[in-house]
Each structure stands twice: as structure tokens, then as C-alpha cells.
């Protein structure tokens, strides 16, 4: 039995409740009531209710068995003999939803062709969307010349009808629709709106894979031929993109931009929205051409509608994200929406105000907002703090007005996210700005003490651990982390121990009072947190064995952990107990690791030249170490540094299938190609690649290990082996011939002849570069891992990155040249922003560890400028680095 659905007639007005017509419905009694269809005197009301009561089903996720399916279609196809409309309609609905399979839909095609060429309209429109739904492209070809007189036809009903079933057909059946552009053109003069809003939106769909076609069609239709509002609006977009592809809006002669400011004018409220929304996303536009759009966004803030003002404060927030200044004329407008009905509008003309406000207005922004933040959920809460986050690293210098703002709603109801979005911005600010760190600090002491939610507060006290120590007067935090020992669950216990012992062993006056703490935590009742106490009591007191001197402590407390969580943990599982200890230099320092790729290729092609670069890329794999150990010829080369991802050789769907791995050492790189025959009536024997490697000078081939045996869908690997000079980051490209003898294999015996044919097969070529030597190794903590960095092997430069699409694609080339793990999820650059940090780390070979921080700015022309500052233990690494960005 169903559940009762009950239903409010609405929330602010009545309280009353009411229960919904389907209440209860059960799909066997509905499938007994589908019997009426049979009956010899139709009653179309009861009819037109089971197949409401059926598609109801249907909708809710129920399912018909095909027997069930076939009864309920067959019984509904002998409802075309009923001449009442409104069950016409119902029975269309039916069809298309049960979508008949291709013997049943001949029975109903002749009914619904027939009402295709009726001389009622309705039926003629329904008939065909039904039609081309459950129609193959067989039975197209037999009712083509009926759908293209329908997408001429006078009647606008259908019309649209053929056209939008064109829409749905070009998936299915695209050359077929192709042919009727010359109807779609007409109809795109049709003076219809829905018409021309179909055809247009169908012969776009025809020619989008040609530029060229696209763009004479955006030429022809913006002389003024197109005037339903609807169309207009596609035809915005429209332009936009070929705008966006041309690259024509700056400068010169510009007809496709003054088409869309001359819709800025237009008398349909929905064309000019579109068209300021446009003009506004279009790449490297100057505030002069913005000028008018902001102008009409302006205008429609004090509109009565409110989707008019959500829209137009919607468009202006994104504005204000790349041209604060252009919205600042707006300023007086949305103030006035702080207080509007709708919490949407509301949020974004605060958000937009703190994106463009100046300095002097922070405080009244601030008074305004208070009363505001207890009317709105949580989701629009997060913006408003983010906002406010970006707004005190404008204007440091107010940030004791917005982090006593943050402080205040902290302690207010709200949620996990909410709240943590909260102690984030704290967290940044204390470390973006170095005079709020003392109140900053301070702020989260008081909020740990209500704290419902464990991670924040382990959040905090690890953070706390880091900074506390740092401030004037450590001892006021004390008694705060204490209390989390008293007070909380096991896990912040541990936590709160851990932090206590950061201030023991960087505070000497707090020593002691750490001491008598840290030994009221040896009778806890939790074995992590005693053991954790018992480890740092005797760590303060230079009884552990992690390390000999004061730097070897607080190495142990304060270093970040340089191996991936997942890879220590996977380690560990696998490690076999023995009289070998475990060694932690033994796990993957790889935050992306592929597994040993000795199965076939997955027949992806490689673009362009095979490039490591263009792909993710692993480190050493226990299984490739063990692998090449046992090979006599590369036993010798010393410890493997680094394992690529498999970078294929091959298209898809080709006779032979290699991709090869690049093993890297300090002094030697090892090809390992693996290869796959995909011929059953081939045997390969001797299969081995020919390398030349005459554009890396710098490479010389010591060994090359073939494969003996090649059978049908059996991997096999066949390896070569380079030295190269030792400290240099050698780079170059390799041209590789799959080289074999190939043999006949009877089908069957599955013998194979015994003589056979010399044969090779040209593979793609291959480059080791830059990034083949390096690392990616995440930092948890980037900015503390900067400052442990030596100054002294910093190097900074600056760098001209010439014209890019975009700030996004600029950071994506400099990450991918360098080979380096984002830290802090800044390899994700914000729509539209003019200029990004991105943090990057990693190892170079021979164990370096190396920090990047990347500065970029792009201006209007697109022209990309990026300051490149570099810490790394070894300072010549440094000097490297830049060598790498300079060549790149």
C-alpha cells in the first residue's frame, strides 16, 4: 500500500492539508482498470483517469514488466477509436512514454500517420512528436516528405511540432535532418514566435561542427531578420560564442558586439537581460563596453518583478568579481535590496556590495548585515562569508571590524559547513594578515569551548598548535586546550595532547606546567590518548629515540608528514611482520599512484606526440622496483626514482596495442613497453623496439631486453635501457619501430607455422621531459613548509607567458611543464579573474624538495605575465627550476 502523500496548500497563507488523488494506488489494481479500454462503449472521462493513473506510475519509477508493457500498449491503441480530443491527447502521452519496441510500433504507426495528415491541427501536432519518438531511422525515410511540409506548414502549433522532433531526431538519425535546412531556413522567417525560436535553435544544431556555417548565420540573422524574443535570445548566445572563437570583439570593425549592445535596447525585458549577461562574460572587455550593460542591470534593480532584480544583481555579482569598479555607480540601488523580500536578491547585493565596497564603507556594511545573517539558510550564509573573507584581504587594515563580525556569528545556530566555512576565513585571515593573528587565535579559543563538531575543533587545536606557541603570550591558550582534554570525546582528547606538547617544546616557560598536564593524561581512558601523552612526556624529557637534538623534536612534532595518508596506510597493510623493520622512505611519496600497467593498452590515442606531461603521472610502484631488480642487465642502476603513468603508442582499434612506461634513475632511464596482440590468427616472436634516439643526444642505449613470445590478448613487456649523465635533466624525443617475426596460427589446432616473416610497425614517438623528474608530493601545510624553506635558496623571476585563451589555461601549461602537486586546491583559477596565485610542491630527483609560488595577471589583450619564486633544500634546484620555466 502506498503511502499517503500529503500536500500543503500553502505554507504562509493555510495550514490546512489535503491528500493527493493518487493516494494509495497500487499497480495491479491500476493494470485490472486498464481493462475499461476494451470496453465496446468507450467512456473517455474514466479512460483519460487509468491512463493518468498509469503515467503517474510510470513517473514515480515503477516498472512494467514487458508483458504488462505489451498489454497495457496493444489495449491502448484501440483507444484511437474514440473521436473525444482530450483522450486523443492522453493516448499520445501513453505511447511515447511506454516507447513500444520496433515489431509493436507498426500496429500503432498507421493510426498515428494517419492523424499526421488529419485536417485537425491538434492531432497533426501530437501525432508527430509521438511519431518521431518511437519511430527507426527506416520508417523516417517513409514520412520525411509529410515532416518537411510540416515545419512549412501555416498552422505555428505544427510547425514547432516537426521542429522540435527534428531536434530529438538529429541524435538519432543527423543525416536525414540534414537535408532539411532549406525548410528550416524558411522557417526561420516564420512570423511565429515559437517557430522561429525552434528553427533557429534546429539549424544551429545543424551546422555547429562548422565554424565557418555558424558564423554566416550569425552575419545574416543579425541585420534584423529575427524578431521573437525568445530567438533573440539565442541568437545572443550565439554570437557570444562565435565572438568568443573569433576573437573579433576588440578593436576594428565590430558588427557582432554592436549587435549585442543594440539589443541593450531592445523592448522584450528577457532580450536585454540576455544581452547585458553577454556582454559581460565576454573575455578581455574594457569598462568602456561595459558601460552600457551596467547601465540597463542598474535600471532593472529598482524593477517591481523580482526575477528582473534577481537577474540583473545576479549578473552585476559576477561582474564585480573581475571590474569592482564598474559596479560602484550601482552601489546606492542594492543597497536597498539588503532588505528585499527575497533572501536570494538579498544575498547577492550584499555579497556584490562587499565585493565593491571601498574602505570607508566596511563598518556601515558591517551594521547592516547583522540583522541580516539570522533571516537567511545556511547556503547563503557561506557566500556572505566568503565575501566577507575577500573583503578583509582587500582592506587589511578593517580586519578587526569584519573578525569580530565572523566571531559573532560563529557562535550563532548553524551547521557543519556553515560553521566551518567560518573557522576557515578565521584561519586565512590569522594567516594572510599578521596583526589579526593574536584576536584571530583568540576567537577560536572561545568557540572551541562550545564546539559540537569534532573536526572543527581537531581543526583548530592543530592549528592552534602551530600559531599559539608564535604569539606574544602562549600561556593564555593553555587553559583552553586543557579543557578539551576534560571535557570532549576521545578523538579532540588526542588531539588537545598533541597540541600541548607543541607549546612544551617551543615555550621553555611552559615546560613545566605542559609536564604536570600531559601526566594527567597517562590515566585516560582512551589508549590513543595515553599513548600520546606517554610518547610526547618522554620526548620532551629527551628520552625518545626520534631524534638526538632539540631540531630532531620539533622536527617529529612540527614537520608535515611527506608521504600521502592513502600511500602509508596501503604500505602498511602490506608490510609482512619480520626482523626487517618497516622503512617509511619505502612508501610512495606520489599523491596520484597508478598501478604496474601490464595489461593492454585501453586503446586511447595520444595526443600529438607521447608526452608524460599530458596525463598523470605515478611514482614507485613496489611492483615496477621488484620488476627491474630481477633483471640482470638494469640490477645495477641504483634505486628507482620515479614510474610515469603508461603513455600509449598506438591508436584505438589497431592490429598491435604498446604503451610504454618510463622508469627513471639518477643515472639511466629504463622504456618498458608493453605490448598486446590483437590478431587471433598471429603469433609474435622476438618482438622488440627499435629506438632512435639521435634527438636526444644526451641518451645513450646500454641494453635492450626483448620478448620472446608474443600470443594472442596476452600482454607481454619487452624493455631498453638509457644512460645518462648523472645531475642533468636531460630531456629529448625518442622514435620508436615495433620490430617482431610474425607467425600463422591455425584456427583449429591453435598451432602455430613454423617459419615465419620478418615484419615492424611504426609506433608514435615518445619525449622524456622536464617533468619526467619530479615528484608531485603535496604539502599540508604550504606556508609553514615555505618559512622551514632556507631564504637563501630562493630565486625569483619574472616571466612573459605571451597571448592565452585564458588565466585557467596559463596555469594549467606552467603545472604541467613543471610536473609539480597544487597545494591548497590553487590550481583552480575563479571565471573571469585577472590575476592567481598557485602553490606548487614536489621532489625533484635525487630527493630534493622543492616549493614554487606562481603569480599571474592577465591583461586586456590577453597578454599573461607570471612572477616565479622557488624554495628548494638544494639552492642550484632552484636555479633548475627556472631554467625548466625559461626553456618550457
Same mark, same amino acid.
Given at each position: 500500500?502506498?503511502?499517503?502523500?500529503?500536500?500543503?496548500?500553502?505554507?504562509?497563507?493555510?495550514?490546512?492539508?489535503?491528500?493527493?488523488?493518487?493516494?494509495?494506488?497500487?499497480?495491479?489494481?491500476?493494470? *485490472?482498470?486498464?481493462?475499461? =479500454?476494451?470496453?465496446?462503449?468507450?467512456?473517455?472521462?474514466?479512460?483519460?483517469?487509468?491512463?493518468?493513473?498509469?503515467?503517474?506510475?510510470?513517473?514515480?519509477?515503477?516498472?512494467?514488466?514487458?508483458?504488462?508493457?505489451?498489454?497495457?500498449? =496493444?489495449?491502448?491503441?484501440?483507444?484511437?477509436?474514440?473521436?473525444?480530443?482530450?483522450?486523443?491527447?492522453?493516448?499520445?502521452?501513453?505511447?511515447?512514454?511506454?516507447?513500444?519496441?520496433?515489431?509493436?510500433?507498426?500496429?500503432?504507426?498507421?493510426?498515428?500517420?494517419?492523424?499526421?495528415?488529419?485536417?485537425?491541427?491538434?492531432?497533426?501536432?501530437?501525432?508527430?512528436?509521438?511519431?518521431?519518438?518511437?519511430?527507426?531511422?527506416?520508417?523516417?525515410?517513409?514520412?520525411?516528405?509529410?515532416?518537411?511540409?510540416?515545419?512549412?506548414?501555416?498552422?505555428?502549433?505544427?510547425?514547432?511540432?516537426?521542429?522540435?522532433?527534428?531536434?530529438?531526431?538529429? *541524435?538519432?538519425?543527423?543525416?536525414?535532418?540534414?537535408?532539411?535546412?532549406?525548410?528550416?531556413?524558411?522557417?526561420? *522567417?516564420?512570423?511565429?514566435?515559437?517557430?522561429?525560436?525552434?528553427?533557429?535553435?534546429?539549424?544551429?544544431?545543424?551546422?555547429?561542427?562548422?565554424?565557418?556555417?555558424?558564423?554566416?548565420?550569425?552575419?545574416?540573422?543579425?541585420?534584423?531578420?529575427?524578431?521573437?524574443?525568445?530567438? *533573440?535570445?539565442?541568437?545572443?548566445?550565439?554570437?557570444?560564442?562565435?565572438?568568443?572563437?573569433?576573437?573579433?570583439?576588440?578593436?576594428?570593425?565590430?558588427?557582432?558586439?554592436?549587435?549585442?549592445?543594440?539589443?541593450?535596447?531592445?523592448?522584450?525585458?528577457?532580450?536585454?537581460?540576455?544581452?547585458?549577461?553577454?556582454?559581460?562574460?565576454?573575455?578581455?572587455?574594457?569598462?568602456?563596453?561595459?558601460? $552600457?550593460?551596467?547601465?540597463?542591470?542598474?535600471?532593472?534593480l529598482s524593477s517591481s518583478k523580482p526575477v528582473l532584480r534577481f537577474a540583473a544583481v545576479r549578473t552585476l555579482n559576477k561582474v564585480a568579481s573581475t571590474h569592482p569598479l564598474a559596479v560602484t555607480n550601482c552601489n546606492i540601488d542594492m543597497e536597498s535590496l539588503i532588505s528585499d523580500q527575497n533572501r536570494s536578491i538579498?544575498?547577492?547585493?550584499?555579497?556584490?556590495?562587499?565585493?565593491?565596497?571601498?574602505?570607508?564603507?566596511?563598518?556601515?556594511?558591517?551594521?547592516?548585515?547583522?540583522?541580516?545573517?539570522?533571516?537567511?539558510?545556511?547556503?547563503?550564509?557561506?557566500?556572505?562569508?566568503?565575501?566577507?573573507?575577500?573583503?578583509?584581504?582587500?582592506?587589511?587594515?578593517?580586519?578587526?571590524?569584519?573578525?569580530?563580525?565572523?566571531?559573532?556569528?560563529?557562535?550563532?545556530?548553524?551547521?557543519?559547513?556553515?560553521?566551518?566555512?567560518?573557522?576557515?576565513?578565521?584561519?586565512?585571515?590569522?594567516?594572510?594578515?599578521?596583526?589579526?593573528?593574536?584576536?584571530?587565535?583568540?576567537?577560536?579559543?572561545?568557540?572551541?569551548?562550545?564546539?559540537?563538531?569534532?573536526?572543527?575543533?581537531?581543526?583548530?587545536?592543530?592549528?592552534?598548535?602551530?600559531?599559539?606557541?608564535?604569539?606574544?603570550?602562549?600561556?593564555?591558550?593553555?587553559?583552553?586546550?586543557?579543557?578539551?582534554?576534560?571535557?570532549?570525546?576521545?578523538?579532540?582528547?588526542?588531539?588537545?595532547?598533541?597540541?600541548?606538547?607543541?607549546?612544551?617544546?617551543?615555550?621553555?616557560?611552559?615546560?613545566?606546567?605542559?609536564?604536570?598536564?600531559?601526566?594527567?593524561?597517562?590515566?585516560?581512558?582512551?589508549?590513543?590518548?595515553?599513548?600520546?601523552?606517554?610518547?610526547?612526556?618522554?620526548?620532551?624529557?629527551?628520552?625518545?629515540?626520534?631524534?638526538?637534538?632539540?631540531?630532531?623534536?620539533?622536527?617529529?612534532?612540527f614537520g608535515s608528514l611527506d608521504v600521502p595518508l592513502v600511500n602509508l596506510e596501503t604500505s602498511l597493510r602490506n608490510y609482512e611482520p619480520s626482523d626487517v623493520p618497516f622503512d617509511i622512505s619505502s612508501?610512495?611519496?606520489?599523491?596520484?599512484?597508478?598501478?604496474?600497467?601490464?595489461?593492454?593498452?585501453?586503446?586511447?590515442?595520444?595526443?600529438?606526440?607521447?608526452?608524460?606531461?599530458?596525463?598523470?603521472?605515478?611514482?614507485?610502484?613496489?611492483?615496477?622496483?621488484?620488476?627491474?631488480?630481477?633483471?640482470?642487465?638494469?640490477?645495477?642502476?641504483?634505486?628507482?626514482?620515479?614510474?610515469?603513468?603508461?603513455?600509449?603508442?598506438?591508436?584505438?582499434?589497431?592490429?598491435?596495442?604498446?604503451?610504454?612506461?618510463?622508469?627513471?634513475?639518477?643515472?639511466?632511464?629504463?622504456?618498458?613497453?608493453?605490448?598486446?596482440?590483437?590478431?587471433?590468427?598471429?603469433?609474435?616472436?622476438?618482438?622488440?623496439? =627499435?629506438?632512435?634516439?639521435?634527438?636526444?643526444?644526451? =641518451?645513450?642505449?646500454?641494453?635492450?631486453? $626483448?620478448?620472446?613470445?608474443?600470443?594472442?590478448?596476452? $600482454?607481454?613487456?619487452?624493455?631498453?635501457?638509457?644512460?645518462?649523465?648523472?645531475?642533468?635533466?636531460?630531456?629529448?624525443?625518442?622514435?620508436?619501430?615495433?620490430?617482431?617475426?610474425?607467425?600463422?596460427?591455425?584456427?583449429?589446432?591453435?598451432?602455430?607455422?613454423?617459419?615465419?616473416?620478418?615484419?615492424?610497425?611504426?609506433?608514435?614517438?615518445?619525449?622524456?621531459?622536464?617533468?619526467?623528474?619530479?615528484?608531485?608530493?603535496?604539502?599540508?601545510?604550504?606556508?609553514?613548509?615555505?618559512?622551514?624553506?632556507?631564504?637563501?635558496?630562493?630565486?625569483?623571476?619574472?616571466?612573459?607567458?605571451?597571448?592565452?585563451?585564458?588565466?585557467?589555461?596559463?596555469?594549467?601549461?606552467?603545472?604541467?611543464?613543471?610536473?609539480?602537486?597544487?597545494?591548497?586546491?590553487?590550481?583552480?583559477? $575563479?571565471?573571469?579573474?585577472?590575476?592567481?596565485?598557485?602553490?606548487?610542491?614536489?621532489?625533484?630527483?635525487?630527493?630534493?624538495?622543492?616549493?614554487?609560488?606562481?603569480?599571474?595577471?592577465?591583461?586586456?589583450?590577453?597578454?599573461?605575465?607570471?612572477?616565479?619564486?622557488?624554495?628548494?633544500?638544494?639552492?642550484?634546484?632552484?636555479?633548475?627550476?627556472?631554467?625548466?620555466?625559461?626553456?618550457?
Amino acid at each position: 500500500m502506498a503511502q499517503p502523500l500529503v500536500v500543503k496548500k500553502d505554507d504562509d497563507l493555510d495550514e490546512e492539508e489535503y491528500y493527493s488523488p493518487f493516494l494509495g494506488i497500487e499497480k495491479g489494481a491500476v493494470l *485490472q482498470e486498464a481493462r475499461v =479500454f476494451h470496453d465496446p462503449q468507450l467512456d473517455a472521462r474514466r479512460c483519460c483517469q487509468v491512463i493518468t493513473k498509469l503515467l503517474y506510475l510510470l513517473n514515480q519509477g515503477d516498472t512494467f514488466t514487458k508483458v504488462e508493457a505489451t498489454e497495457v500498449f =496493444f489495449a491502448t491503441t484501440k483507444l484511437f477509436q474514440s473521436k473525444d480530443a482530450g483522450l486523443r491527447r492522453m493516448v499520445y502521452l501513453m505511447i511515447k512514454e511506454l516507447s513500444p519496441s520496433a515489431d509493436e510500433v507498426i500496429i500503432v504507426t498507421s493510426s498515428l500517420m494517419k492523424d499526421m495528415n488529419s485536417k485537425t491541427d491538434m492531432y497533426r501536432a501530437n501525432a508527430i512528436r509521438v511519431l518521431c519518438r518511437i519511430i527507426d531511422s527506416t520508417l523516417l525515410t517513409q514520412i520525411e516528405r509529410y515532416l518537411k511540409q510540416a515545419i512549412v506548414d501555416k498552422n505555428p502549433v505544427v510547425a514547432s511540432a516537426a521542429l522540435v522532433s527534428g531536434i530529438y531526431l538529429l *541524435q538519432t538519425s543527423p543525416e536525414v535532418v540534414k537535408r532539411w535546412s532549406n525548410e528550416v531556413q524558411e522557417a526561420v *522567417q516564420s512570423r511565429a514566435a515559437l517557430v522561429q525560436f525552434h528553427a533557429l535553435a534546429l539549424l544551429h544544431q545543424i551546422r555547429q561542427n562548422d565554424r565557418l556555417a555558424v558564423s554566416k548565420l550569425v552575419t545574416s540573422l543579425t541585420r534584423g531578420s529575427v524578431r521573437s524574443p525568445l530567438a *533573440q535570445c539565442l541568437l545572443i548566445r550565439y554570437t557570444s560564442q562565435v565572438i568568443r572563437e573569433s576573437g573579433v570583439n576588440q578593436g576594428g570593425d565590430r558588427p557582432f558586439f554592436d549587435f549585442l549592445e543594440s539589443c541593450l535596447r531592445n523592448k522584450a525585458e528577457m532580450v536585454i537581460l540576455e544581452a547585458a549577461r553577454a556582454i559581460t562574460e565576454l573575455n578581455g572587455v574594457t569598462s568602456r563596453e561595459l558601460t $552600457p550593460a551596467i547601465t540597463v542591470l542598474q535600471l532593472f534593480l529598482s524593477s517591481s518583478k523580482p526575477v528582473l532584480r534577481f537577474a540583473a544583481v545576479r549578473t552585476l555579482n559576477k561582474v564585480a568579481s573581475t571590474h569592482p569598479l564598474a559596479v560602484t555607480n550601482c552601489n546606492i540601488d542594492m543597497e536597498s535590496l539588503i532588505s528585499d523580500q527575497n533572501r536570494s536578491i538579498a544575498t547577492l547585493a550584499i555579497t556584490t556590495l562587499l565585493k565593491t565596497g571601498n574602505e570607508s564603507s566596511v563598518d556601515r556594511l558591517m551594521k547592516q548585515m547583522t540583522n541580516f545573517m539570522s533571516d537567511i539558510a545556511d547556503e547563503f550564509k557561506i557566500v556572505v562569508v566568503e565575501a566577507i573573507r575577500s573583503l578583509c584581504l582587500k582592506f587589511p587594515l578593517k580586519y578587526r571590524s569584519l573578525m569580530n563580525f565572523l566571531s559573532n556569528i560563529l557562535r550563532e545556530e548553524g551547521g557543519f559547513e556553515y560553521k566551518k566555512a567560518i573557522v576557515d576565513s578565521i584561519i586565512i585571515l590569522i594567516r594572510d594578515i599578521p596583526d589579526a593573528k593574536e584576536s584571530g587565535l583568540f576567537h577560536l579559543c572561545e568557540f572551541i569551548e562550545d564546539c559540537e563538531f569534532t573536526y572543527l575543533s581537531t581543526q583548530i587545536l592543530h592549528f592552534l598548535g602551530n600559531e599559539g606557541p608564535k604569539t606574544s603570550d602562549p600561556s593564555k591558550y593553555i587553559r583552553y586546550i586543557y579543557n578539551r582534554v576534560i571535557l570532549e570525546n576521545a578523538t579532540v582528547r588526542a588531539s588537545a595532547v598533541s597540541t600541548l606538547s607543541k607549546f612544551g617544546a617551543l615555550v621553555d616557560s611552559l615546560k613545566p606546567r605542559i609536564f604536570v598536564l600531559l601526566r594527567r593524561c597517562l590515566f585516560d581512558g582512551d589508549d590513543e590518548v595515553r599513548d600520546r601523552a606517554t610518547l610526547y612526556l618522554k620526548l620532551l624529557g629527551g628520552e625518545a629515540t626520534v631524534g638526538e637534538t632539540e631540531k630532531d623534536v620539533n622536527e617529529f612534532l612540527f614537520g608535515s608528514l611527506d608521504v600521502p595518508l592513502v600511500n602509508l596506510e596501503t604500505s602498511l597493510r602490506n608490510y609482512e611482520p619480520s626482523d626487517v623493520p618497516f622503512d617509511i622512505s619505502s612508501v610512495s611519496k606520489e599523491t596520484k599512484s597508478q598501478p604496474l600497467a601490464e595489461k593492454k593498452s585501453t586503446g586511447k590515442k595520444s595526443a600529438g606526440p607521447a608526452s608524460a606531461v599530458s596525463g598523470p603521472v605515478s611514482t614507485v610502484d613496489a611492483s615496477y622496483e621488484k620488476l627491474l631488480s630481477s633483471i640482470p642487465e638494469f640490477a645495477d642502476f641504483g634505486k628507482l626514482f620515479k614510474s610515469s603513468a603508461p603513455v600509449e603508442l598506438t591508436e584505438a582499434e589497431t592490429e598491435y596495442s604498446v604503451n610504454v612506461v618510463k622508469h627513471i634513475f639518477d643515472g639511466h632511464v629504463v622504456l618498458q613497453y608493453n605490448c598486446t596482440n590483437t590478431i587471433p590468427e598471429q603469433l609474435l616472436e622476438q618482438v622488440v623496439v =627499435f629506438v632512435d634516439a639521435s634527438e636526444a643526444d644526451e =641518451f645513450l642505449e646500454v641494453a635492450s631486453k $626483448p620478448l620472446e613470445s608474443l600470443p594472442y590478448d596476452s $600482454p607481454g613487456r619487452t624493455f631498453v635501457a638509457f644512460e645518462k649523465p648523472e645531475g642533468v635533466i636531460a630531456t629529448g624525443k625518442f622514435s620508436n619501430i615495433l620490430k617482431f617475426i610474425v607467425k600463422e596460427v591455425d584456427p583449429s589446432t591453435g598451432e602455430a607455422e613454423d617459419d615465419g616473416v620478418e615484419d615492424e610497425y611504426q609506433l608514435e614517438d615518445l619525449e622524456i621531459v622536464s617533468a619526467d623528474y619530479m615528484l608531485k608530493v603535496g604539502a599540508s601545510n604550504f606556508r609553514n613548509a615555505w618559512e622551514s624553506m632556507d631564504p637563501e635558496s630562493e630565486r625569483v623571476d619574472e616571466y612573459g607567458l605571451g597571448v592565452r585563451e585564458s588565466l585557467a589555461e596559463a596555469v594549467s601549461a606552467v603545472i604541467s611543464i613543471l610536473g609539480m602537486q597544487p597545494c591548497e586546491g590553487t590550481d583552480v583559477v $575563479p571565471s573571469n579573474s585577472r590575476s592567481h596565485t598557485c602553490l606548487l610542491s614536489g621532489v625533484f630527483i635525487g630527493n630534493v624538495k622543492v616549493l614554487v609560488r606562481l603569480s599571474f595577471g592577465i591583461s586586456a589583450p590577453k597578454e599573461v605575465a607570471m612572477k616565479l619564486a622557488v624554495r628548494s633544500d638544494d639552492p642550484e634546484i632552484s636555479d633548475k627550476i627556472h631554467e625548466i620555466v625559461a626553456n618550457g
